[in-house]
């Protein structure tokens, strides 16, 4: 029997191996993909909060490699599959979104709930609804390409004319699909929407997604770090340790003699503040040692609870 692999889907002797194995969701050695999806969530989320002003999220659901021919399985519920031709990966990017992520669309991008939530997915779309969803999945491949932009350059544009095979539009039924759900969630309402996409689109860049960003950014340069050395973590820091003043009236200064004692409004345990340049860096408490006054770090400061004080002049 001979067996014939194609390049790219299989071992090749004295090559690299390739992303992803067939039949293998080796996701995990490639962890910058998973961060652009990540990164294309967030930025989608902030995109949507341009249009409505109740709280909305879109999450990275799941991220897995499955083969063309289950992807139906796989994104199962996901009616409406839309195509688009990533120029730049000369590869077609199938995304699909149920009737949740549909009906949302309509309510947040219109600014109101004026469609009724449908009880079936398989409801046909309305004229208004399908460019609805078109105009927020348009925004969220755009905040994709931003976020592929430091791997590959890429640019989408809609293929009508392929969204009537759907998934089978990015290939054969045999050949390995990447396949990232998101959930969009806003009060008690939510949706899916998957972005499906070749494996071998990504094979070019395996060794770039393979990184961690800035997994690498190790300062090469002896003279720069000597320099950061002697000028940042050398640098002296002036601190002050504050107790807690008590105010006086002009007539009890003036009626102060040699050996009156200034009562201060703390006791001997209580906690002492150490400032730099205004800001509260530990709490303290007051002790003696070899005849002279100390302080002992007890806990660090709380930011915002400094930031409050500050403002309230405390």
Same mark, same amino acid.
Request: charged share 25%; hydrophobic share 45%; net charge negative.
């Given at each position: ?15 690299? %191996? ?16 998973? #961060?652009?999806?990540? %990164? ?70 219109? @600014?109101? @709930? ?42 989408? %544009? ?85 107790? %807690? ?18 009562? #201060? ?46 403002? #309230?002049?405390?």
């Amino acid at each position: 029997m001979t067996l014939n692999l194609q390049q790219g889907e299989g071992a090749r002797p004295g090559g690299d %191996e390739p992303l992803i194995s067939i039949g293998e969701a080796s996701l995990d050695r490639m962890p910058a993909l998973t #961060l652009i999806f990540e %990164e294309t969530a967030a930025n989608f989320t902030r995109a949507l909060e341009e249009f409505t002003n109740i709280p909305v999220a879109l999450s990275l659901e799941d991220l897995d490699a499955k083969r063309v021919g289950d992807l139906q399985q796989h994104c199962e519920g996901l009616s409406t599959i839309l195509v688009y031709d990533a120029n730049g990966l000369s590869a077609k990017f199938a995304v699909a979104v149920d009737s949740g992520f549909r009906d949302m669309a309509v309510e947040m991008l219109l @600014g109101s @709930g004026v469609v009724e939530r449908s009880d079936k997915a398989d409801r046909a779309a309305s004229r208004v609804e399908t460019g609805l969803v078109n105009f927020a999945v348009n925004r969220l491949l755009n905040r994709l390409a931003a976020a592929l932009a430091p791997v590959a350059e890429v640019q989408f %544009e809609q293929d009508m004319l392929a969204s009537e095979a759907g998934y089978g539009a990015v290939g054969q039924r045999g050949a390995v699909a990447i396949a990232c759900r998101f959930r969009l969630k806003s009060l008690e309402h939510e949706g899916l929407v998957a972005i499906v996409l070749p494996r071998a689109a990504l094979d070019p860049y395996r060794t770039a997604l393979s990184r961690f960003p800035g997994a690498e950014g190790v300062a090469r340069d002896e003279r720069w770090s000597e320099n950061l050395y002697d000028n940042i973590v050398r640098t002296e820091v002036a601190v002050n340790v504050k107790i %807690e003043a008590r105010g006086f009236t002009l007539e009890d200064i003036a009626n102060l003699e040699v050996g009156d004692v200034l009562r #201060l409004p703390i006791a001997p345990t209580s906690p002492i503040r150490i400032e730099s340049e205004g800001r509260t860096l530990f709490w303290c408490t007051l002790g003696q040692k070899d005849g002279h006054y100390t302080v002992r770090l007890e806990d660090f400061s709380d930011e915002r609870q400094s930031f409050i004080e500050n403002i #309230l002049g405390v």
